[in-house]
């Protein structure tokens, strides 16, 4: 097995124990995708291009399959992604304040 491949399964197996907290996971439609794109502090425009190569650079870059392709794991860890840097955000803002 390839090293890319090995991560996949490890990442997806953390994943799974990880769990979403009753979180439920949101959907996969393209508005839903860019938006936590936003939540990461990046910006996807409306080209359904750019979204697919705004995916594809995410999932090579946490070690899925680059589809570019919004299924489940890769919505799994953009959502987790999305939200811990949201909850970052918070905790710089408190402790600026």
Same mark, same amino acid.
């Given at each position: 097995?390839?090293?890319?491949?090995?991560?996949?399964?490890?990442?997806?197996?953390?994943?799974?124990?990880?769990?979403?907290?009753?979180? /439920?996971? !949101? %959907?996969?439609?393209? +508005? @839903? &995708? $860019?938006?936590?794109?936003?939540?990461? #502090? *990046?910006?996807?425009? /409306?080209? !359904? %291009?750019?979204?697919? +190569? @705004? &995916? $594809?650079?995410?999932?090579?870059?946490? #070690? *899925?399959?680059?589809?570019?392709?919004?299924?489940?794991?890769?919505?799994?860890?953009?959502?987790?992604?999305?939200?811990?840097?949201?909850?970052?955000?918070?905790?710089?803002?408190?402790?600026?304040?």
């Amino acid at each position: 097995m390839s090293a890319r491949g090995m991560l996949s399964v490890v990442g997806t197996a953390v994943g799974g124990l990880i769990g979403w907290n009753g979180e /439920p996971v !949101p %959907a996969a439609d393209p +508005a @839903a &995708v $860019r938006e936590l794109f936003a939540d990461l #502090g *990046l910006t996807v425009g /409306p080209d !359904p %291009a750019g979204l697919d +190569a @705004a &995916v $594809r650079r995410f999932q090579d870059r946490v #070690g *899925l399959e680059p589809d570019g392709v919004a299924g489940p794991h890769t919505v799994h860890l953009l959502t987790r992604y999305a939200k811990e840097a949201r909850e970052l955000r918070r905790f710089e803002r408190a402790a600026a304040a």
